[in-house]
């Protein structure tokens, strides 16, 4: 309803195998070593924040992703060791309960649409967005599309949590859902109700313009 991935840090050659991390972001500790893809959304977090300098974001965690970490450590009163533990995540806002949105999302799972619908009797997109996101503890959301983007922050890729949004009318954002991983996401829409879709189908990949991310 219309109102509505950088610290490959390489000094020199990296002379030995780094660990490597499986977990999603928040629920393990990433520490200087680790290659994987948490890594990357780590680096998209604190360069967001202003803490990450190097030039693009990477999976592996080296000396320009352990500095950013400290840097952001200190000005949180945590432990400087550099290693993005749950405090330091927590402080950063990348241990958000993923699962909790997603749950909360297909809980809803064939609600009918209704225009101005903010409740399970019926949702639009951004009614639907607002109510699990604030029923997951995730985030306060804005009522509009519009106000819900222009509030947020810009993720090169989305996380499971993040919305992403479309231009469907030519003129700006006008409808979003959240994305519940593995290329797909969750939506009120119009002719389904709430819904899953695929990022990346036909019809919804030419109207994609962006996620973004709230904490």
């Known amino acids: 309803m219309k109102k509505y991935a950088a ?3 390489v000094a020199g050659i990296v002379a030995f195998n780094p660990a490597v ?12 070593g680790t290659h994987s893809a948490d890594v990357k959304e780590l ?8 803490y990450f300098t190097y030039n693009k974001t990477t999976d592996y965690y080296g000396p320009y992703t352990k500095s950013a970490v400290k840097k952001l450590q200190a000005e949180e009163g945590i432990k400087v060791d550099g290693i993005a ?11 958000k309960n993923n699962s909790s949105i997603v749950e909360a999302a ?21 009614g639907y967005l607002q109510y699990i996101f604030d029923e997951s503890g995730s985030a306060q959301l804005d009522r509009t599309v519009d106000e819900i983007y222009a509030n947020g ?13 479309f231009n469907i009318e030519g003129d700006g954002p006008s409808h ?11 939506h009120a829409s119009s002719s389904k109700g709430v819904t ?13 313009i962006g996620a973004k991310s709230y904490k």
């Open 7 to 9: 610290g490959l840090a």
């Open 21 to 32: 991390g499986h977990a999603a972001i928040g629920e393990e500790t990433l520490k200087p």
């Open 43 to 50: 680096q998209e977090k604190l360069d967001d924040k202003g």
């Open 85 to 95: 533990g749950k405090a330091t995540l927590d402080a950063l806002g990348a241990a």
């Open 106 to 126: 297909k809980k809803y799972e064939g609600t009918p649409y209704v225009w101005g619908g903010e409740s399970p009797d019926g949702f639009d997109c951004s």
């Open 153 to 165: 922050t810009k993720v090169e890729n989305p996380s499971v949590g993040d919305i992403v949004f």
């Open 176 to 186: 979003a859902g959240v994305y519940i991983g593995n290329g797909e996401f969750m």
């Open 196 to 208: 899953t879709a695929e990022l990346d189908s036909s019809y919804w990949s030419q109207y994609y």
